[in-house]
Every structure is written in structure tokens, then in C-alpha cells.
């Protein structure tokens, strides 16, 4: 297996990955979406709320906010809520959430969560938990996919019938093998011809992080948690 990075900042990373069988890229796409722990406000406690939503839509907003991740936490951390639009109408975003552990909050502070009217208030506490995407997408911390380059259509113009394409990722711009670029693009309906890639050649592996952690490491924590469940596998045959 040949794997290359192509392109890396906090949030992103592509990897060039030849020689790699898909149901191993699959099974890293999926620990990535799946696997990895993080930290999501999972109860609510309403004290007052005079706002034009349910509380339940309050809940599932503030529920669904990034929040960042420490590797050593595990316990629960409460946030709290007090807002009052006195004057006038007044937007509450994720950063007046109020924390109990510095080190637990909103990642993304201008994420809206309701707008207040005039004299309209909202205060509650909640409490943010550890979970898995798999078991809610609010646990989810990164993104993850994969797929052929000549699926991916990076060039810039077909080179059978000359019609412009244009790269539906601008942080890729010239950052990929000009030798592994497809010839052909794959949705001109000029060309009758497709070029095919090669079995598990010239694949792109995508990571996206949502929270502090980077895409490199949340990779890596993927990567761990695929040999924690090999492990387990591995003592259940031994038994």
C-alpha cells in the first residue's frame, strides 16, 4: 500500500492511497463516521422558556452544536443558558453556552440556536456526555469518504471533446499528481469512452474534523479503534 499526502490543513486531509483493498477503506471510512468518541449536550433542564420554540427544538439544536474534545475526559460536564432579550430582539448563539469545564465548550461559537424577541428570555442547564456516532449523529466529530479519481473529476477540461470541468474542491488546485489525473471526464455525455482506474489505484481518502481534534489525528484515532475491535475479535477466539 502507497499512501501520499495531497493536501492537509486542521480541518482537512486528502491521501492519495494506492494498493489498498476498498473494504479496508470502507471499514476506515466508517470507524471515522462511526467509531470515534466526543462529546454532545445529551439532557436539557428548561427553567424558562418564552421563546418562539418548543423546548424540544431548543434541545436538539444546542444538541447537534460541535463541542471540543479532551482525550483524558470521560465524565459529564454541564453547561448553562441565560439569556433575555430586554431591548430588543437578540440572537443566542453557541458561544453563550456557559461551560463548567474550560476545556469542554463550543468549538464553532456563531452557530445560531434560537432568536429571542423583545422580553422574551431563555434559561436552562444542560449536560454533555461521551458518545459514538453510532449510536447518535450528534457524537459524530468527523467525516469521512473515498473514491476513485477518475470519479472524481479533477481535470479541467476533457481531453477527448475539450469541454471544461472544473475541480469541485478548490483546496485540491494543482496539489494532485498531474500523472494520476483521469484523462476523460466521467460525465460528458460526448464521450462514449470511459477511462477506468485500475483496481484499488489512484484513490482518494477524504477526513473532515468538527471539532479541535485535527483530521490527522481523528485518522489516527480511527485507525486505533479498528485495531481495539480487531483485539477483541482476536481474545473471543482464544476463549
Known amino acids: 500500500m502507497e ?6 490543513e486542521h480541518k482537512k486531509l486528502y491521501l492519495l492511497v494506492d494498493g489498498a483493498s476498498t473494504a479496508f477503506l ?13 462529546y ?13 420554540m418548543f423546548n424540544e427544538y431548543v434541545a436538539n439544536r444546542i444538541g447537534l452544536v460541535p463541542l471540543t474534545f479532551e482525550e483524558s475526559a470521560s465524565g459529564d460536564v454541564s453547561f448553562s ?21 474550560p476545556a469542554i465548550k463550543a468549538f464553532y461559537l456563531h452557530v445560531p440556536i434560537v432568536k429571542l424577541g423583545k422580553g422574551q428570555r ?9 458518545g459514538k456516532g453510532r449510536e447518535h449523529a450528534k457524537f459524530q466529530s ?12 479533477l481535470v479541467d477540461a476533457c481531453k477527448k471533446c475539450g469541454r471544461q470541468m472544473k475541480c469541485r474542491e478548490p483546496f485540491l488546485k494543482d496539489k494532485i499528481p498531474a500523472s494520476k489525473l483521469p484523462e476523460l471526464c466521467t460525465v460528458c455525455e460526448d464521450c462514449e469512452s470511459k477511462v ?6 489512484h484513490i482518494l481518502f477524504f477526513v473532515e474534523s468538527f471539532n479541535n481534534i485535527s483530521a490527522r489525528q481523528q485518522l489516527f484515532r480511527a485507525l486505533a479503534s ?3 475491535e480487531g483485539q477483541k475479535v482476536k481474545e473471543v477466539l482464544k476463549a
Not at 42 to 48: G, L, Q, S, T, W
Open 3 to 8: 499512501i501520499e499526502v495531497v493536501a492537509e
Open 26 to 38: 470502507n471499514a476506515l471510512r466508517r470507524a471515522v463516521i462511526a467509531s470515534l468518541t466526543a
Open 40 to 52: 454532545a449536550i445529551d439532557k436539557v433542564d428548561f427553567y424558562e422558556n418564552t421563546s418562539p
Open 81 to 101: 443558558l441565560d439569556a433575555e432579550a430586554v431591548e430588543e430582539e437578540k440572537t443566542i448563539y453557541s458561544g453563550d453556552l456557559v461551560s463548567q469545564d
Open 122 to 130: 431563555l434559561r436552562f442547564e444542560a449536560t454533555a456526555r461521551v
Open 142 to 153: 468527523a467525516l469521512s469518504s473515498y473514491g476513485s479519481l477518475d470519479e472524481i473529476k
Open 196 to 201: 477506468q482506474a485500475k483496481k484499488n489505484e
Open 226 to 228: 479498528l485495531v481495539e
